[in-house]
């Protein structure tokens, strides 16, 4: 029962807004591998965790990774970003990925099917490489990765660490993958005992995905001092738990990008003594993420900004640092072109120098005849085909688009498996790639009632130092829910059908958002970025012409029926989906947005279907979430529904409406 309420909300969601197929969310479209985050959210909201796994995996093979360290571009398009705060949406994916998990539901691959008789080389196995090796074996291609290292992840495992990505949870998600027929050769580095010729002969296809192993240095004096470090072998070690030889106490950081981040954090940790990092944009201006930045100093780092590496200062042994003052970073054309003032250097002291100022891939295992590498030894690479110069070679990762996000990585790796799966002869669908809504307009947003983001709990500053323990501890179920509450489910509001529609105009009346407008024929449309699917003008409309995209008429009544079996008594209970209280227990649920959902209809056809009993739960005026007039639609419904009953000769009474005890879900966290 359960599974089919998941297809029904899954098939009602999936639905495009009318007038553009495309139309999506923009925390979706902003998503690089479009990750359906508006239903997932809705799963999260109603306690069903695995389901909402199971949406993230339609997308996403590694949910567990990427809900504890993906740049959330999702959250930088999110339209609840113009009422308040954006909805913590990364956040929620890790709440259904450990709701999940909790429940012992969700961890179970498909069997894939490696039906196609082709099998492909993935040399790597980072997130480029592990993306494109699940979606291929979902479209019954097999896959062999190949990894120097001796174990699995490629920089998730080698560079990332345990406090904001715990190991174990990194093989949770690989396992996953190895379980759908992936197989992963380790310590099998192409070029040392697995030449890339053989691989090319005996695989159909071969994809390149090593990434940026090695570090780049600095052309400065000192540099080649025993306590200066580079950032890929720092981390290697941190991460392996070994020794780090030359680190001293009082350690510098040279750059200023999320590597050096983490270089910092790991170096406190390790050595408990002062990290500097230097780095040379303004403050604003730094490549790292803020929410990184900000981590790093509540964790006591201290940060130097707007200045440039000189020299590395000492006789014999690290001193310091000579930094000189950096007056720009980009060029009129926003270019990196670096201007310094040569004349103001100053000498910041330390014992250890760690540069962390880039990355680069070591390709010295591709043969002469090869793929191409342009001048500075990067591959030549056509980024509409992920193809290489040469045939049956691709491409995919951060070896060819340059350092980024895992999810960007993630999403690289999957373009190139449907490349590959073309060229195998493989019939790939191919979606469109979708296009967001627009913002919420002033008005709407002035209307929608404010609620404060649930923050993240985290271990504190200074007992986090201690150790490598992950530092955020995750939202919880009841923070968890809260937050999902805060949606706007754009896009998934009012449609309506324009052979119905009697053009009454009663939805341009009742509408306290706007959305529906008349023309001179009667009503013209519904503004999809006024909607909040409120769902008035979806039960007030006489000619039932309007419904809602994200929970249709017809999977409401789905729902009722479905929960009237499962309650066995004849009572059912429609309720917010967002509440954690009941007001009848022993009926069965139907879980709505808002009860203000339910139509006289609605509430009717209960009957129909055999309910002895109909409880509506409503909650106060003061918590109406962002359902403006949601309590007195849902009161009015039960009126007329009431009257109904008691003109059929039928106890009105067997309709009740209950106030909720107390919306947890709106106070928990603020």
């Given amino acids: 029962m359960e599974r089919e309420l998941t297809d029904s909300i899954s098939r009602?969601?999936?639905?495009?807004?009318p007038g553009d197929a495309r139309l999506r969310p923009p925390c979706e479209a902003a998503c690089p591998i479009h990750t359906d985050a508006q239903r997932y959210i809705q799963l999260v909201a109603e306690n069903r965790p695995?389901?909402?796994?199971a949406v993230v995996r339609e997308t996403n093979p590694l949910p567990q990774v990427i809900g504890r360290i993906c740049a959330h571009p999702c959250e930088e398009a999110c339209r609840r970003g113009g009422v308040d705060e954006a909805i913590a949406i990364c956040n929620l994916k890790r709440v259904a990925s450990d709701g999940a998990k909790a429940a012992?539901?969700?961890y179970e691959p498909p069997q894939a099917g490696l039906t196609t008789g082709t099998k492909v080389a993935i040399i790597g196995s980072g997130p480029s490489a592990l993306g494109a090796a699940h979606d291929l074996a979902l479209m019954g291609v097999a896959s062999v990765i190949f990894e120097k290292q001796p174990e699995a992840g490629g920089f998730l495992r080698t560079g990332i660490l345990n406090y904001r990505l715990p190991k174990e949870i990194l093989d949770e998600d690989i396992d996953y993958i190895r379980r759908m027929g992936v197989e992963i050769r380790t310590g099998a580095g192409v070029g040392e005992n697995v030449k890339f010729e053989d691989l090319a002969e005996e695989y159909d296809a071969v994809l390149i995905a090593v990434g940026l192993s090695e570090s780049r240095s600095l052309p400065i004096p000192g540099v080649e001092m025993p306590e200066v470090l580079l950032a890929v072998p720092f981390l290697e070690a941190v991460n392996a738990g070994r020794e780090v030889p030359g680190l001293g106490k009082e350690i510098i950081v040279i750059g200023g990008g999320n590597v050096?981040?983490?270089v910092a954090?790991?170096?406190k940790r390790v050595s408990g003594g002062k990290v500097t990092m230097v780095c040379l944009e303004a403050d604003h201006e730094m490549p790292a993420h803020d929410w990184e930045?900000?981590?790093?100093?509540?964790?006591?780092?201290?940060?130097?900004c707007s200045q440039g590496p000189s020299a590395i200062v000492g006789a014999g042994k690290v001193e310091g640092l000579q930094v000189k003052k950096c007056e720009s970073v980009f060029d009129e054309r926003g270019r990196f072109a670096p201007t310094f003032c040569e004349t103001e250097l100053s000498v910041i002291p330390g014992d250890t120098v760690i540069i962390s100022i880039g990355q680069m891939s070591n390709l010295s295992f591709l043969p002469e005849n090869g793929p191409a590498v342009n001048e500075r030894g990067i591959l030549i690479f056509d980024r509409e085909q992920c193809t290489t110069t040469r045939r049956g070679v691709f491409a995919s990762g951060e070896v060819v688009t340059g350092p980024g996000a895992a999810v960007n990585a993630l999403a690289s790796g999957k373009r190139a498996a449907i490349a590959v799966a073309r060229y195998l002869g493989v019939d790939v669908n191919f979606s469109h790639e979708p296009v967001a809504i627009a913002g919420v307009p002033a008005g709407v947003a002035e209307k929608v009632k404010k609620a404060p983001r649930r923050k993240m709990p985290a271990r504190d500053a200074g007992e986090r130092l201690k150790d490598f323990g992950e530092v955020e501890t995750g939202l919880g179920v009841v923070d968890g829910r809260c937050e999902a509450s805060r949606c706007l489910l754009c896009g998934g509001g009012a449609r309506y059908s324009q052979t119905k529609c009697i053009a009454c105009l009663t939805c341009v009346r009742v509408c306290p958002y706007g959305a529906p407008w008349a023309d001179k024929d009667g009503l013209g449309g519904i503004d999809p970025d006024k909607c909040q699917a409120c769902g008035i003008c979806f039960t007030q409309c006489p000619a039932k012409a309007i419904d809602l995209t994200v929970l249709s008429e017809e999977d409401i009544a789905v729902r009722t029926v479905a929960a009237l079996k499962d309650s066995?008594?004849?009572e059912v209970e429609f309720g917010c989906w967002y509440s954690q209280s009941r007001v009848a227990p022993g009926a069965g649920f139907v879980s709505l947005p808002c009860t203000s959902r339910v139509s006289?209809?609605?509430?009717?056809?209960?009957?129909?279907q055999g309910a002895q009993k109909v409880f509506v739960s409503v909650c106060s005026e003061d918590d109406d979430g962002h359902f403006v007039h949601g309590h007195r639609q849902t009161r009015a419904a039960v009126t007329d529904a009431q009257t109904a009953l008691e003109e059929a000769g039928i106890d009105p009474a067997t309709i009740e409406l209950r106030m909720e005890p107390e919306l947890k879900c709106k106070k928990a966290g603020q």
Avoid: Q
């Fill in 265 to 267: 954090r790991s170096a």
């Fill in 12 to 17: 009602s969601s999936a639905r495009p807004v």
């Fill in 50 to 53: 695995a389901d909402a796994l």
């Fill in 293 to 304: 930045v900000a981590d790093a100093r509540d964790e006591g780092v201290e940060i130097v």
């Fill in 104 to 106: 012992g539901m969700g």
């Fill in 260 to 262: 050096a981040i983490d």
């Fill in 600 to 608: 006289v209809w609605l509430l009717l056809n209960a009957f129909e």
């Fill in 568 to 570: 066995g008594g004849g």
